[in-house]
């Protein structure tokens, strides 16, 4: 059996990375028989500088894109009848405010010594667009530390102390060198990067003519 690593860069208040990563699963569900998959996630933060009490998302993206708040409504909604589809709950989307996502990072960081990173990155994206959870909220974060399985304490002791932040910075400073300037970025045993939310179908072909390639190097 073939097997690729797959480095997802994306950002937790990111919702194509969330909807990027359903398609994936569904991609490497059609593959399980020929190819194992090692998932790594890394961090990337589109809003490095929300603080304080965030604003309403809707108002933010208008004045991000110049368009009108009306319009990103709508957008925000075609992103919500996309995820439906998918399983992921975006039900709370339109409500969330903007949000710094470094605690989040370092917390993905952690579960990831305790093979939980994917599980960790799932519960904060179901936090942030199914619930409009305050995700940089250490009493959120601890949440959903512990709704994984993960020691609520030792959670707790992590966010409080200064732990992962240097490879939080590091990490992503890498990957921008390395050409990332927008998520999800899916990159592919480290030399090829699949860019955005592709169809699952698409999906399926690169990782098999990646995979093709490999077993031929073997």
């Known amino acids: 059996m073939t097997k690729l690593q797959i480095d997802i860069v994306s950002d937790i208040a990111c919702p194509w990375c969330a909807i990027g990563y359903a398609r ?3 991609a490497m569900e059609q593959l399980t028989d020929d ?5 790594q996630w890394h961090a990337f933060e589109l809003n490095p500088d929300a ?13 991000k894109y110049g368009r009108s708040p009306g319009e990103m409504e709508a957008a925000q909604a075609d992103m919500m009848r996309i995820a439906t ?20 990072h370092r917390l993905v960081k952690w579960a990831g010594e305790h093979n ?6 799932m519960a904060l994206f179901d936090a942030y667009f199914g619930h409009a959870a305050n995700i940089a909220d250490h009493d959120v974060l601890q949440d959903r530390a512990e709704s994984i ?6 959670a707790r002791e992590l966010l409080e102390s200064d732990r992962y932040a240097d490879e939080v910075r ?20 480290r030399r ?3 860019s955005g939310a592709q169809e699952p179908e698409t999906l399926v072909e690169a990782l098999r003519k990646v995979a093709g390639e490999v077993a031929d190097e073997a």
């Not at 989307?93 to 949000?99: K, L």
């Not at 939980?116 to 990155?121: A, G, L, S």
């Not at 590091?170 to 045993?189: K, M, R, S």
């Open 24 to 26: 994936l699963q569904q």
């Open 35 to 39: 190819i194992s998959f090692q998932i």
């Open 51 to 63: 603080s304080g009490d965030g604003e309403p998302i809707l108002q933010a993206l208008a004045r």
């Open 85 to 104: 589809e998918l399983g992921l709950n975006f039900s709370r989307m339109q409500e969330r405010y903007t949000r710094n996502t470094f605690d989040g």
């Open 116 to 121: 939980r990173q994917t599980e960790m990155k």
């Open 149 to 154: 399985g993960l020691d609520g304490n030792q």
């Open 170 to 189: 590091q990490e992503e400073a890498y990957w921008q060198q390395a050409g990332v300037t927008g998520v999800p970025a899916f990159i592919l045993n």
């Open 192 to 194: 090829y990067m699949i």
